[in-house]
T-cell receptor, first 112, second 117 residues
């Protein structure tokens, strides 16, 4: 089925460093969502993007909806230990209560 | 506002047995989703309900999986009989807020981790 390509698959960084990850697709999506999942928990919504070119921030997190509608980026500034987890991008082809297509996830590990 | 509730949190069964998972969505959310998340992968949609009607069940293995949302609120997902490859986390999500702004955003429950031995 439809798959989003998320990279990198894993990251090992030092506390305080900035983080960048991205998600690409061969298809156009009209909504991009970024989630974080901690072990044993469900994904938690971080940022939602609705318009091509949109840049949205949530604290130290910033995400962008690519102009081509085929990609999205998530940046985390000044990482802290609680940022550890798996980050998923998800896209919706049609805005509304339609199914999400998820990327494979980026596992973030932070060395204190 | 209470989040999406799921139970049980963990379940271990033998292959060929049956199992059921329960989900209660966020109050007022019309749309409910069941996802399967295999270890190391992103969630994959199994079935989507709008109120008590099925909108999308194209990826639901209907020979063994079934789901219902009889009163348009909580939902049950059943597997009968279970196979080894059904070992996964089963996530329930809901969307649709009366204010409209959050209409397109899905909120997930903690999931049920199923192990089939």
């Amino acid at each position: 089925g439809q798959q989003l390509n998320q990279s990198p698959q894993s990251m090992f960084i030092q506390e305080g460093e900035d983080v960048s990850m991205n998600c690409t697709s061969s298809s156009i999506f009209n909504t991009w969502l970024w989630y974080k999942q901690d072990p044993g928990e469900g994904p938690v919504l971080l940022i939602a993007l609705y318009k091509a070119g949109e840049l949205t921030s949530n604290g130290r997190l910033t995400a962008q909806f690519g102009i081509t509608r085929k990609d999205s980026f998530l940046n985390i500034s000044a990482s802290i230990p609680s940022d550890v987890g798996i980050y998923f991008c998800a896209g919706q082809k049609i805005q509304g209560a339609q199914k999400l297509v998820f990327g494979q996830g980026t596992r973030l590990t932070i060395n204190p | 506002e209470a989040g999406v509730a799921q139970s049980p949190r963990y379940k271990i069964i033998e292959k060929r047995q049956s199992v059921a998972f329960w989900c209660n969505p966020i109050s007022g959310h019309a749309t409910l989703y069941w996802y399967q998340q295999i270890l190391g992968q992103g969630p994959k949609l199994l079935i989507q309900f709008q109120n008590n009607g099925v909108v999308d069940d194209s990826q639901l293995p209907k020979d063994r999986f079934s789901a219902e949302r009889l009163k348009g609120v909580d939902s049950t997902l059943k597997i009968q009989p279970a196979k080894l490859e059904d070992s996964a986390v089963y996530l329930c999500a809901s969307s649709g807020d009366s204010t409209g702004f959050l209409l397109y955003e899905q909120y997930f429950g903690p999931g049920t981790r199923l192990t089939v031995t």
